[in-house]
């Protein structure tokens, strides 16, 4: 069974390997699962991939506790997330979800759901650089060094620069948007 | 790094970092001493969320892009399954002649 460190070093170093390894493995028997209950292949290949985003945050986030394979841990994950669709669709109330995989990614509040959501669309502007340092360190949580070597810096030094620069793009691009709330 | 940049990674600090006792009380003295300290940090933690869900858009991406090379994979295996299945119920026939 792979332990959470080795997971998350195989995420950090080599994502797209990684998660095509879950992928390959995993979505059968969740397909199956899920048509099995009532739902389609585009709803099984929905809550998988859920699943994974679960996965993926709470692995690099160093929060991820597996008590059995990790091809185990995301079927237990997307079947209560179904489980959980279903009856969000019959607008049933929820009974008989597993402790262990009753995850679901952290909402944000409403209000700052639609400030964040605006805030997604200046990084989508932002230049490809940027927004790759950006989303490299504060998403993918990629160490600097990587992010460095990967990105054609000179040392970690220049990398830290970069990523604070592209952040102050960021909030300048933002400060229009909010100006009102965030006047100075 | 300029002032500007480096007040960007005290806020970071405090945001996303795991400061001590005494960093915790120097930024409490702050905050009373720095009347912008506390909307730059509203500020900067919306960024953060900004971030995180451009982050799993972008994870999304690369999740469907996964998705499609595997369907794409399996076509291609059940096309070639196939294939080979008619040639071999052809070919004995065809030995035959």
């Not at chain 1, 230049?127 to 360190?137: N, P, T």
Request: aromatic letters at 8%.
């Amino acid at each position: 069974m792979e332990t959470t460190a080795s997971l998350r070093h195989a995420l950090l170093t080599d994502r797209h390997r990684t998660l095509t390894g879950l992928y390959q493995r995993t979505f059968p028997m969740v397909r199956r699962h899920v048509q099995q209950h009532g739902g389609s292949a585009q709803d099984a290949k929905d809550v998988f991939q859920d699943a994974l985003v679960i996965f993926y945050e709470k692995a690099v986030g160093e929060t991820l506790v597996l008590s059995a394979s990790v091809s185990t841990y995301l079927v237990g994950v997307s079947r209560n997330l179904w489980r959980r669709e279903l009856a969000r669709r019959r607008q049933q109330p929820l009974t008989g979800l597993t402790e262990e995989h009753a995850e679901r990614l952290p909402e944000l509040e409403s209000a700052e759901t639609s400030a964040a959501l605006s805030v997604l669309d200046y990084v989508e502007q932002l230049g490809e650089r940027c927004k790759s340092v950006l989303l490299a360190f504060y998403y993918f949580q990629q160490p600097l060094e990587q992010i460095a070597r990967t990105h054609d810096y000179r040392s970690v030094r220049s990398a830290t620069v970069q990523k604070f620069k592209c952040l102050e793009r960021l909030r300048a691009a933002v400060r229009t948007l909010f100006a009102h709330d965030f006047a100075r | 790094m300029r002032p500007a940049l480096k007040r960007l990674q005290l806020i970071e600090r405090h945001l996303l970092g795991h400061p001590t006792a005494t960093e915790a009380a120097a930024w409490q003295v702050q905050l009373f001493t720095d009347p912008e300290l506390a909307t730059d940090t509203e500020a900067q933690h919306l960024l953060y969320q900004g971030l995180q869900l451009a982050g799993r858009k972008q994870l999304r991406q690369e999740l469907d892009l996964i998705h499609a090379q595997l369907a794409g994979t399996a076509r291609r295996q059940r096309w070639l399954q196939a294939a080979l299945h008619a040639v071999r119920r052809v070919l004995p026939q065809a030995l035959r002649r």
